[in-house]
């Protein structure tokens, strides 16, 4: 599978899961349910359109691995403090399981897409020089 196919892949599967765990959050009552988490909108879509409009550009890379780096945050703030284990909030809630498996896989697919971005403007960046010399 191409390269560009696979961090296509993670990328979208990284927004899904992000998608899922803000709403999450907001049902949990961690996040507030008003008009500021409307700001992830515009996040999630420069997201998709760097994935998805500026596949296999620089720029493309760019915005995924940023935004991947992003994701990848959301698990490192829930995890620090008081945590998502069973002396916490969500430890004794119904969708404990689900909560804290979204917070492994977008950690995992984020963290991949990362890898992948970053290789990816690696190897355009020896390209260019190599065309250049």
Known sequence: MKQTAILTTMSLLSIVLVTFHLADDIVRGFEKGQLSNLSAIPIVVVWLYGTLVLAERRSGYVIVFLASLLGLAV????????GVGLESRIGHTAGAFFFVWTLLALGATATFSAVLAARALWNASRDRQTRTA
């Open 75 to 82: 698990p490192v703030i829930h995890m620090q403090g008081r």
